[in-house]
């Protein structure tokens, strides 16, 4: 048998990227909707994900003022503003193109995500930032074994798995529970969240001889229903861990920052 494949498509999308967003966006403040819009647009300012961009005449609730402070957010010059809701006020929230970006951006905002309460595509709350339309993420049973080392002590040892495949990422091995050796692991309170996977329900860390290896590994018992194999199993990062799939240790992959969970 052949080894495992450490191979994985590249994001494909350049910074400055626009195009349409087929669905109806919205943003929440304090209760009430900071705009509402059909004729939103995707901006890559950087190349991992794209960011929406408003019609700033899809303003409902939210007004914005500028703040007299210009930056370049990777697609061309934008022009910060404070976005007001009611009696809610989030200084430096909203970013207006300026001239220099693309043409399709001129007259909409961009928000920073976290100003917001809360955002939805159509009726579904969306979390962290929108979804790339370029991305896939696939769930897919398999027969490969997989065992799982840190500093010569074996964590997990399961005949078969759940493979996670996302464009831009390193494959995810999900174990079952059982093929886990929960006595070496250590609970962690560290919760995050992903666009495409959901909220993650638990992070765990290894102590061994000599060192100590944090937020190693993690699980979604409730993931979005596109990943719903996932549900209550087990990943490690393969960058932190001594990865076996099938009786061969894979390469370790650069460590992609983890700002979420993979």
Not at 13 to 29: C, D, L, Q
Not at 80 to 100: D, F, K, M, N, Y
Not at 195 to 219: L, N, R, V
Request: net charge negative.
């Amino acid at each position: 048998m052949a080894t495992e494949s450490v191979l994985h498509p590249s994001l494909i999308v350049p910074v400055g990227h626009v195009e349409p967003v087929p669905r109806r966006i919205r943003g929440m403040i304090g209760g009430r909707v900071a705009f509402d819009t059909r004729r939103a647009l995707y901006v890559w300012e950087w190349q991992a994900y794209p960011q929406f961009s408003i019609p700033v005449e899809d303003l409902v609730d939210g007004v914005l003022d500028d703040d007299k402070h210009t930056e370049h957010l990777g697609a061309g010059p934008a022009h910060r503003h404070t976005l007001r809701v009611g009696s809610e006020v989030r200084p430096g929230a909203a970013w207006v193109w300026g001239e220099g970006a693309p043409g399709p951006l001129h007259d909409t905002v961009r928000f920073e995500w976290e100003a917001l309460d809360s955002w939805f595509e159509e009726d579904e709350p969306v979390f962290v930032h929108p979804r790339s339309p370029y991305s896939r993420v696939d769930a897919l049973r398999s027969g490969s074994s997989v065992r799982v080392e840190v500093d010569g002590v074996v964590l997990a040892e399961a005949p078969n798995c759940v493979k996670l495949f996302e464009t831009g990422l390193p494959t995810r091995y999900y174990l079952d529970r059982t093929t886990i050796d929960w006595s070496r692991l250590r609970h962690s309170d560290t919760v995050t969240r992903c666009p495409y996977k959901g909220t993650t329900s638990s992070y765990w860390s290894f102590d061994s001889d000599t060192a100590s290896h944090e937020d190693i590994a993690w699980m979604y018992d409730f993931p979005t229903i596109h990943v719903n194999r996932i549900a209550g199993l087990t990943a490690f990062y393969n960058e932190h861990v001594d990865l076996y799939v099938d009786g061969f240790l894979l390469p370790r992959p650069t460590d992609p920052t983890r700002p979420t969970a993979d």
